[in-house]
């Protein structure tokens, strides 16, 4: 692959308005950036689940703020790249004009790579998954195609978020966000059909990046840019390199801040958090600094800054050095499981440490079952409502679909996914207040 191809400022669903001139596009990316801020979508990441449950009376992170903390380290890295690219290659901005955009295209990216995440965190993706492996919805296997089944069985937040940026949706116009093609492409950690994501062996295909009916779009998008395409069928490409480095800023920023958010929950102690965090921060003078402060939520802020910069010098020096092999598209990583030592086996003990007390607390558990609940709950009622749309009670149903979701398609699979793309959608409490209205466990008022 060729950075010369792989920076495109193509506009999906505006390719008429291609701004052929290079110099004039450099700020295309930022218009990406500044689109996703002011977004409905994007607004509604803050109600929805990062790890811990929403709204608490201590602050933690949600999906907003984890999502603009990501941006942030997300342009640093770029940055970080382009600037390297320059010190060693001079005339690299007049052989290739937008590579001084990468920081913008990162970010832009990491705005956008937890837009598909449906309510209650990851559960609420195989919530909606077990609705038809083990639930209800498996009466609808014999009405889709095999790789139609797949994408309702292994329902992926990923291949949601690339959906919800290029699908025309009633009334909003085709290619309503009309991102650059180099953003949308950054997305996609996982550049396969369903089919094929499930093989773990290849960091592309561990998972999936778009469903069946977005297939065609994505392969319009891989071709353009000319990524390398593993296979036809099922169809297969290798990642757009700079998906290396949204995964980096999107690892970072999760696995820091959720010691400091368990830290501020006294799910973790200080002593905990220090010990780790240390070991990941460069600054000789740090224990002095530390021993000034007094209290210990801004200790671990300040733990957290240095860590963060560390791993920030540490995955852009990596990507920077394995530049030609991921350009191949055979870098079988991530970056922040090939860092160097020590910090790598600092970071696999944070992320042992996150499983066996974060991620497993009374909690976050709660809302995961929570989770299976509501969204079952939600798809139980809906997707047969509008399938059949028979009765007077499915008739009602329907009519709380909001009309950008309905669809003219008289498919099974289109359908559904209306049903989908309408509770996918949903933030944790408006998911939980439909839930308990529908199901006669409150009564609405009418405002």
Known sequence: MKWEKLLSAKRWGSENKYIEDQAEARSEFQRDYDRLIFSSPFRRLQNKTQVFPLPGSVFVHNRLTHSLEVASVGRSLGRIFY?????????????LPLISEIGNIVAAACLAHDLGNPAFGHSGEA???????DDRGLAYKDKVTEAQWSDLTHFEGNANAFRILTHP???????SFALTYSTLASIAKYPCESLAGHDKTKIYTKKYGFFQSEQSGF???????????????????????IVYLVEAADDICYNIIDLEDAHRLKILSYGDVESLLLKLCNDPNLPAR??????????ISLLRAKAINTLIAACSDLFYNEQELILRGDFNHSLIDRIDEPYRSVMKDIQAISVKKIYNYSSVVQIEVAGYKVMGGLLEEFIPAYLNNHSHYSRK?????????ITKDTGDYARIQTVLDFVSGMTDLYAVELFRKI???????IT
């Open 290 to 299: 530390l021993d000034d402060i007094d209290d210990d939520d801004a200790k």
């Open 219 to 241: 392969q319009r998008i891989a071709e353009d840019l000319e990524l390398a395409k593993v296979q036809d069928s099922p169809l297969i490409y290798k990642r757009h390199p």
């Open 397 to 405: 149903l329907v009519d709380l679909i909001p009309r950008q979701f």
């Open 127 to 133: 919530a909606i998954s077990h609705y038809f492996t």
């Open 83 to 95: 600037n390297k690219l320059k010190k060693e290659e001079p005339g690299i901005d007049e052989r």
């Open 439 to 445: 199901k006669g466990i409150s009564f609405p008022s």
């Open 169 to 175: 949706y009633a009334g909003k116009g085709y290619g």
